[in-house]
């Protein structure tokens, strides 16, 4: 069984860490236990050039890190090379049918080659060299009949598709429904990324999505972020495997995901007005701020129940979906066994290496490694967490706008108003 990460981010792209580069990128997927990761930023030059130096060829579609440039880790779980395979996001902002649309896509492609024809072609559309996510003018079908035209062999796939501000169903500028956005091309739409802010059941609630694959990824920013979300995939190691696994769900055994509550975007409100709600509450207030009176940012749970069967009540199973698990980053779990808020401490970051060089990665630890060796190795503290976590029972202060949830685990502490 392999964990696909399909949809990160490059140095190159706005408002990332300078530390994506190839070498930390097969660094950290292999301390999160990540076998096949996206590359991301195809569409720019410069991150181009510096895979092509980087990478070299592995299974047909699917590339390595060249091994001197490896970054040796400590402890025997980190032997596998990871495997790359070409992958970008872009942002296109256009009008259709009477409104501004800004919508946000995944492409996969079968080679370094692929992304040097399919990048020429969008040069002439816009201004790909200065974001490593370019924002183009250009329609989603016609940024999907591009993609096939040059390269029939491509995965086209809508990113994060509730995200309010940038997505095919987004509450702001998004679409009500996949053929409206694509028409008749729909078709060559098969697989559908959920988003940190919502997990597959609440999506099975929609009957209009119950023929995609629904798959998860990190979106990640930084190296640290690598598997925030994933796919279970049980198929042949190859570019073709992966087709078929994320097109066709032929050995799409599953996703890990974010609890949704702890997405940026779940409940509704205003951040700066300090204001959380959820749906129900949101819609006896009409959607307007107690506060400052304007428009609240609906979240993604509002959005989908909008959206969804009436008939299909909360806890809805699709027959034949794919199971999902729910998890916590595991430095996100240290941090709040320590008290301290932020999983980027000093701290946090010596206790999550010594866990890792005797625990294996960070996927092992989280699913697998048994509860008496987390508490051995890292701390008692953090073993009844997983524990928590691992039994679904953890309670959440949750995201809204723009805002993460944080998990609540403490027993006897009740869940916040909001
Ligand atoms: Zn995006
Ligand atoms: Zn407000």
Redesign the pocket.
Known sequence: MYIADL?IHSRYSMATSRDLIPELLDLWARKKGIHILGTGDFTHPAWRRELKEALEPAEAGLYTLKQERSIPLEGGFFKEPVRFVVSG?I?SIYKKNGRIRKV?S?ILLPDLAAADTLSLKLEAIGNIRSDG?PILGLDCHDLLALTLEVCPDAIYIP??IW?PH??LLGARSGFDSIEECFEELTPFIRALETGLSSNPAMNWRLPFLDSFQLISNS?AHSPSKLGREANLLDIPLSYEGLYNGIQEGKGLMGTIEFFPEEGKYFYDGHRKCGICLSPSYTRSLKGICPVCHKRMTLGVLNRTLELADPKRKEGFLLPGAHPFESLIPLPEVIASSLGVSSSGSVRVGRLYEEMLKHLGNEFKILREASLDDIGRVGTKEIARRIQILREGTVTWSPGFDGAYGKPIFDFTEPASMC
Do not use: G, N, P, V
Request: net charge negative.
């Open positions: 949809h996001e942002s946000h995944l996510r990113a994060h995200t940038f997505s979106d």
